[in-house]
């Protein structure tokens, strides 16, 4: 990863401009398209398969005035009774006008024998109940524009009008002030962190840039399909926290390497490689935690976690690709001035090596005139940790520990009118039906009855309405509604309690456990539905996954983790830690939202969480922890693989990231604090689970407890048995590889400034089976090199010096690529053939037919209709060569089938489709020996006239070094030394 990563960011830094266009185009593109398409936001809870939507499908199939989304107008009087005229004929003519609206299926009057209870006790407030034709995802706001200006005439009498019901519930969203400021806060880190403007924007215009294309995405998506209304905040809150997060370690490493001197184009590169990897690693990581949101099955969560995992994507995405495209354009302006400590530390070193350079070692290294570096706060902070690691782990363990006891009081449901703002019109209906009526009647439930069987429709209605009004928690049941089929019944039943209240849920879980009773009574199977039932099922069916997610997450992480490190002490250790941190998070949540603890400094309403708050929490802080995680203890694991002490080890990685760790964790903690006090009820929740998940992650488990855990370990925090570490693959995610390459990159440009085309330096080759002794050979450019020996030993060597298969041991290159990190390169640079004596006779395949085909197979895509003209000029070629041989030779034609073919002419032929790629290696073996050594050495002046000057050539066979014939480029003879193991 960390080799294809820095040619990424070396490609990005070449071309800037391209690359900056090319971004600033798709994040505009996305926005206007997004909104030009005019898509809305509106929430839709349904889960396919459960008990209460597949009772609204059938409704809506067989009884369809009662399966659309409803709503509720309430209405009060300050000053008269309002069931009496001139009020009550006021509300009569309105309701019969809601009627006629577009969209509406029916409206109750509140005074209809078919209302429930529909005028309060003091005769002041009323409820029109209205029926749409349409589900709550399909109203449109010109739908409830039009009941709005309807109902808007009872004002004109003194009433207020209220608007009730999901579908007028908040569907807006937008950013304000407060969101602002978290924005700014985030600058403000940044500046103090780069100590530079400069530096402190990039992160915030890449975050952005990348922001534009997801929002786009979002807003483009709500025009095809239902996107929930806290589906674009989420999206909003997620894309611009990782996305300075991850850019802001890319600056800060490219910084450093600016400092110390590397060249400003390979920094980007190490810079993209080496801190990208973290980064790509750590968004990798959310992303799957967020699109694993599918797997649960309800589609609004899934439709959620995908819009968040797209933002993660394309920050990801931006910090990879559009940073160092930026990088390119400031060249070394982006190099930090030393600060004081630096200077410092610069000054003292100097001044010691002059010193240790001039006077008696055994002298003070360090004049007392020149003052030591102070330590970074890190290296206090970690130092004081280690002094008692116990106590650490101890204090961070029962701090946490106490912040999760509400966690275990955790009560989920759907947000409904009573969590919408104050103010607000839906809030205003909620507070007003629940004062007046009871908080049952904003849940109603519906029952849906199949009344097939029965003969008695009406008597066995009334008579299940009496049953279930005799349930604990029922005020009042409605009488039955036949549809005009009569197959289908209906009857409301209004709750003591609100939607969200648990003795809600119970009431449901009471009436389906009495529906087979009733359906073995009255032969009428009942199904509990309704927009409250669904809100319930949704819950339960969350509650029900967040163990089995949370097991996968965990499980994940432990896996990942264990690639990484290469160690099973750290990943379980990881895992843990943030385990410690959800629950904190999930007991803050808890105590502020359901308890109120602080909920009116917040303006949030007391109640239960949001059903999908722990498992958007726990997919989002698993990756944010990971990241945090890599960063520290990457540096650890580098400190201990090159002999540090575990202590030191620690030291000097904590050291190494806990400025920059600390940065991202307060801006990832600013960012998500900003949507609490003013963000939307849904968002609210959110954000403050993960600004606190955050807060004691980064602070207390990756820089408290994970060093004092480490220092407890000791070495044995490395082990990893052998048998684990054999299968499992290696995640170069600190960028050795990366070192190993540019040094083997090095190397290799400096042999082919020494004219070597190929170098071997104690190359490996072999399969799974047979193995070939190291090799150490070098073949100048435009040689030709004739290598015999065993057959088995030439065709591995041969297959892996083509890139054909993965190199054993030691290293090479091809044309300046080297083995093995180059393989895939050096595969596309070699061309390979083999081709036997006359006993291997190939299929009646004409020459030109092979030639064309093999053009085209090889060939660049728009050179593929030149591929026959082209293979033409080859026969030709092949003619003029052979002719030039001092003997007769079988005439070779386009038409001429190779299998047909003398074996000097079949060798030919098949060297020059070899020769047809162009490559500047050409590798070619004879299975079979020539007839006699005259058929070798023409073979070998028809291959030097019919291959370029440049072209460099190995032949393999097993008598080649009979032929010494002259040629016109310098030829070597060689057999790879060593048995076949």
Request: charged share 15%.
């Amino acid at each position: 990863m960390a080799i294809l990563l820095s040619r990424l960011g070396r490609f990005a830094y070449r071309r800037a401009i391209p690359v900056i266009v090319a971004w600033f185009v798709i994040a505009v593109g996305a926005v206007v398209g997004g909104l030009a398409l005019g898509g809305t936001m509106q929430d839709s809870f349904a889960i396919p398969g459960t008990e209460s939507q597949q009772a609204i499908d059938r409704l809506a199939a067989v009884f369809p005035q009662t399966a659309g989304a409803s709503a509720q107008l309430v209405i009060h009087s300050d000053s008269g009774v309002i069931d009496a005229d001139p009020l009550r004929a006021d509300i009569e003519q309105v309701v019969s006008e809601l009627s006629d609206d577009a969209g509406v299926q029916n409206a109750v009057s509140p005074f209809s024998e078919y209302a429930i209870e529909s005028v309060s006790a003091d005769h002041s407030t009323a409820i029109v109940q209205v029926q749409f034709d349409v589900p709550s995802e399909e109203v449109t706001p010109a739908m409830l524009d039009g009941v709005r200006a309807t109902a808007s005439t009872l004002e004109d009498s003194g009433l207020t009008v209220a608007y009730g019901g999901q579908v007028f519930q908040q569907v807006e969203f937008g950013i304000t002030i407060v969101e602002g400021l978290g924005v700014l806060f985030a600058a403000l880190v940044l500046v103090v962190t780069f100590g530079s403007l400069l530096a402190a924007g990039l992160p915030l215009l890449t975050a952005l840039v990348a922001l534009g294309g997801s929002m786009g995405a979002v807003l483009a998506a709500a025009a095809f399909t239902t996107v929930s209304t806290a589906t674009p905040m989420l999206a909003l809150m997620i894309g611009l926290a990782v996305g300075i997060d991850y850019a802001l370690f890319i600056v800060s490493r490219h910084r450093k390497q600016l400092a110390d001197g590397m060249d400003p184009e390979e920094s980007a590169a190490t810079a993209v490689a080496t801190a990208g990897s973290s980064v790509v690693f750590a968004g990798l990581t959310v992303v799957i935690a967020l699109v694993g949101l599918l797997i649960v099955g309800i589609p609004f969560l899934g439709l959620m976690g995908v819009a968040a995992a797209l933002a993660v994507v394309l920050a990801m995405a931006a910090a990879t690709t559009l940073l160092p495209a930026i990088f390119g354009l400031l060249g070394r302006r982006l190099t930090p001035k030393p600060r004081r400590r630096e200077r410092r530390a610069a000054a003292a070193a100097a001044v010691t090596a002059k010193h240790v350079a001039t006077r008696d070692v055994t002298a003070p290294a360090v004049p007392d005139d020149v003052k030591p570096p102070k330590k970074t706060l890190g290296e206090r902070w970690v130092g004081l940790v280690l002094k008692a690691p116990i106590v650490a782990v101890l204090a961070v363990v029962g701090v946490l520990g106490t912040l999760a006891i509400p966690a275990f009081q955790l009560s989920l449901a759907l947000p409904d009118g009573g969590s919408q703002a104050e103010g607000s019109t839906a809030r205003t209906a909620y507070d007003t039906i629940s004062d007046e009526f009871g908080p049952g009647r904003n849940g109603p439930l519906v029952l849906a009855i199949d009344i097939t069987q029965t003969t008695d429709v009406m008597g066995d209605l009334k008579a299940i309405g009496d049953r279930v009004a005799q349930l604990d928690g029922v005020v009042a049941v409605s009488a039955g509604t036949p549809n005009p089929t009569v197959d289908t019944g209906v009857i409301q039943v209004i709750p003591a309690t609100g939607p969200s209240d648990p003795k809600t849920a119970d009431l449901v879980e009471r009436i389906r456990a009495l529906a087979p009773d009733l359906e073995a009574q009255y032969g009428t199977p009942i199904a509990v539905t309704g927009a409250t039932a669904v809100a319930i099922d949704v819950s339960s069916r969350l509650d029900g996954a967040l163990l089995p997610f949370g097991l996968v997450v965990v499980g994940l992480s432990i896996l990942l983790l264990t690639m990484v490190f290469r160690s099973v002490v750290v990943p379980i250790k990881a895992a843990l830690g943030y385990l410690l941190s959800v629950f904190a998070s999930f007991g803050v949540v808890v105590a502020v939202f359901q308890w109120g603890w602080g909920a009116e400094l917040l303006g949030a309403v007391p109640g239960p969480i949001l059903s999908f708050m722990p498992m958007l929490l726990m997919a989002i802080l698993f990756g944010l922890a990971m990241d945090y995680e890599v960063f520290l203890v990457s540096g650890m694991r580098e400190a201990h693989v090159h002999g540090a002490t575990p202590r030191q080890a620690i030291t000097r990685g904590f050291s190494g990231a806990a400025r920059v760790v600390t940065a991202a964790a307060l801006i990832m903690v600013f960012v998500f604090a900003a949507f609490v006090p003013e963000g939307a009820p849904v968002i609210k929740v959110i954000a403050l689970g993960l600004a606190v998940g955050i807060a004691v992650d980064a602070f207390l488990v990756r820089m408290t407890l994970v060093p004092a855990l480490m220092a407890l370990f000791g070495k044995a925090a490395w082990y990893l048995p052998k048998w684990l570490d054999r299968i499992l693959p290696n995640v170069d995610i600190e960028g050795e590889g990366l070192r190993t390459h540019l040094e083997d990159l090095t190397w290799a440009r400096s042999r082919v400034e020494a004219g070597e085309a190929i170098t071997l330096d104690g190359l490996v080759a072999g399969d799974r089976g047979d193995t070939v002794a190291p090799v150490t050979a070098a073949v100048p450019t435009g040689a030709l090199a004739l290598v015999s020996g065993d057959p088995t030993r030439r065709r591995l060597l041969a297959a892996t010096v083509s890139g054909r298969l993965p190199a054993r041991g030691g290293r090479a290159h091809v044309a300046g690529h080297p083995l093995p990190t180059e393989q895939s390169r050096v595969a596309r640079l070699v061309s390979i053939a083999e081709f036997g004596g006359p006993d291997r006779a190939g299929v009646e395949v004409s020459f030109g037919e092979l030639l064309e085909e093999r053009l085209r197979l090889t060939g660049a895509w728009y050179q593929s209709f030149r591929a026959g003209r082209r293979a033409r000029a080859w026969v030709a070629r092949v003619k003029d060569a052979l002719a030039g041989l001092d003997r007769p030779t079988a005439e070779v034609t386009a038409e001429t089938p190779v299998s047909s073919l003398p074996q000097l002419e079949r060798a030919v032929a098949v060297a020059a489709l070899a020769l047809s790629e162009r490559t500047p290696v050409v590798i070619l073996d004879t299975l079979d020996s020539f007839s006699d050594a005259a058929d070798a050495a023409d073979f070998l002046r028809v291959l030097d006239r019919l291959a370029p000057a440049t072209t460099t050539l190995v032949v393999g066979s097993p008598d080649v070094h009979r032929a010494r014939p002259d040629l016109s480029r310098s030829l070597l003879v060689f057999e790879p030394e060593g048995a076949l193991r």
